[in-house]
């Protein structure tokens, strides 16, 4: 952006002809220009013989840069704001640029021109409708932990930052439900009602945003017992494209009443309005948890064992696969001493005499297929390191590589078909020469390659990206999904449409259009406008 970050749009382009480029590496270097969006589905893809899905999934060139239409930001919206908000609206760079960005590869889009920090859903409903006024695009950020793109302002507009609306507003233990504002982490959750003796399980890894997680509609480690947000989200608070606020869903345990509003908000990833608040269920803390690690001689030896438990219905609360590459990261971060072998790390909740139980048949089953050196952390600060190594592989990874940026993979198969899918990916991964890890809530058969790309070299982003288009065309060919909790965003728009089909995506975008007409929620995102 220019000096001036009230007007970054190019010079002469109003909205209904923004300015459009894109952001990536110039024709005649290794590859095409990147396509417009009026190629033909599959332009560009090159994928291996054997995978027999087509897909619709853009250019490797157009994943390393998104296109970029960026919408005149006028004097008078930023005047409005600074009046309304003071010191709360802010055009600093700094500012700017640590709300255009996220934990995806994408390292070149401009930031929004302006930040406001919302305190209340009033405050939101301000900016929102002032900003449809004007017909300029609206980004929700929370923490900033996506790793789709979510946050990123290609089409230019305003970030409204909800971190600071963190009020738990209700708990009703006798429910279990609670209420809260969209800035709350699931870690300030838990932390705060942990005297009631309940807790919220969903645990994506990183402490996002209560709001961020119903927006992506995020699971993580426990999802395999638990569910994801879509089974804990009750109801909703949402200021739609227009200013509006209304409200979704009650804390009744169900409801027949009317189209489910809560549903297709869950998971909008902002597109359809900003959640500001959200009432969701609790659980009673366990009376007894353990968790173990078990190394087994391949990949293969522990899935095949996580399938089985899952098949005899063991309760188990999660299982994580962690290969050696992983553990080897994590190891050398954490100061840990794990075998370098892949492992799984599980949980099991329950009553002391039902977690014996649970722990024996895991045990059982992780003997036939050659699972050793089980280890038990039974103290809760030996559970919290070994959680914590989990949670940090993402970091561990990075720090291993400096300057380098990861590219995710999401995709969830249904639990029989995870050998088929997982093996082939690893068999391509391990001959692509492309650093990688792989960690996955193999429980639920969603699992993530994190391949360390160097920015500086485009070559390993296009090996990248070929590598996760083989991978999303094996998990659509095994009934599978392209994202099991990361959500679209920009880097699976294309996957999307190879998923569910043109009629759905039309549908989809009927809605958007319908809720959100001047295309100002976090435009740019899941599918495209027209």
Known sequence: PGPNPRARGAAGTGQGSPACTRVGRPAGKGGPAAAPDSAAPGAGVNLQSRTATRMNAPTALSHLGPEINQRDVPVALIDALKTRFGERCSTALVVREQHGRDESAYTTVPPPAAVVFAQSTEDVAFAVALANQHSVPVIAFGVGSSLEGHLLAVQGGISIDVSRMKKILMVNAEDLTVTVQAGVTRKQLNEEIKSTGLFFPIDPGA???????????????????????????????????????????????????????????????????????????????????????????????????????????????????????????????????????????????????????????????????????????????????????????????????????????????????LADCLLDSVAEADASGIPYFLVGHVGDGNFHFGYLLDPNKPEEHEIAEQLNQSLVARALRLEGTCTGEHGVGLHKMGFLLTETGTGAVDMMRTIKRALDPKNIMNPGKIFTFS
């Open 207 to 417: 402490d996002a945003s209560i709001g961020g997680m119903s927006a992506t509609r995020a699971s993580g480690t426990n999802a395999v017992r638990y569910g994801t947000m879509r089974e804990n989200v009750l109801a909703l608070e949402v200021v739609t494209a227009s200013g509006e606020v209304i409200r979704t869903g009650t804390r009744a345990k169900k409801s027949a009443a009317g189209y489910d509003l809560t549903r297709l908000m869950v998971g909008s990833e902002g597109t359809l309005g900003v959640i500001t608040e959200i009432t969701l269920k609790l659980y009673p803390l366990p009376e007894a948890i353990s968790a173990a690690i078990c190394s087994f001689p391949s990949i293969e030896a522990a899935v095949r064992t996580t399938i089985q438990i899952i098949q005899m219905g063991i309760p188990i609360a999660r299982v994580e696969l962690i290969d050696i590459n992983a553990v080897r990261l994590v190891n050398s971060y954490a100061k840990l001493t794990l075998r370098e072998e892949p492992l799984l790390l599980m949980e099991f909740h329950g009553s002391p005499a039902s977690v014996k139980e649970q722990a024996e048949s895991v045990q059982e089953i992780a003997s036939e297929f050659g699972g050793n050196a089980f280890e038990w952390a039974t103290t809760p600060e030996e559970r919290t390191r070994l959680w914590t190594a989990r949670h940090n592989a993402y970091f561990a990874a990075i720090q291993s590589k400096p300057g380098c940026r990861a590219m995710s993979t999401d995709t969830c198969v249904p639990i029989s078909r």
